[in-house]
């Protein structure tokens, strides 16, 4: 499948330790800067599908703000019992100060 990265924020954007939604090519992502870095998940719960906005972030892992559900950002693999389904992950680069997602895009 071929990606393309598109620019979704600059790092002043995004303190450390925080999240942001996006919407990228119809995706409904979550940015994150989590110990220094960036990285992008889907920004859905794979256990009863809430959204992960304003779950805290910590040790490079977003909690699910609806159950506490934990995820690690650099993987997408759930830590807990409610699910074993990992978020969907997104490579993210920076780019003179922006940060850039890659996403699937559709082959003309």
Avoid: Y
Avoid at 60 to 78: K, S, Y
Wanted: aromatic share 6%.
């Amino acid at each position: 499948m071929i990606a393309d990265f598109f620019p979704v924020a600059t790092i002043a954007d995004l303190p450390n330790n925080s999240s942001k939604a996006i919407m990228v090519n119809g995706l409904k992502l979550l940015l994150c800067h989590a110990d220094g870095e960036f990285f992008c998940v889907q920004n859905e719960c794979t256990h009863r599908a809430f959204s992960l906005e304003g779950g805290r972030i910590r040790r490079c892992m977003v909690l699910c703000p609806e159950h506490g559900m934990p995820f690690d950002l650099r993987t997408g693999n759930p830590k807990g019992q409610l699910t074993d389904k990992p978020l969907r992950t997104f490579e993210t680069r920076v780019v003179d100060g922006q940060v850039e997602v890659a996403v699937p895009v559709e082959a003309s």
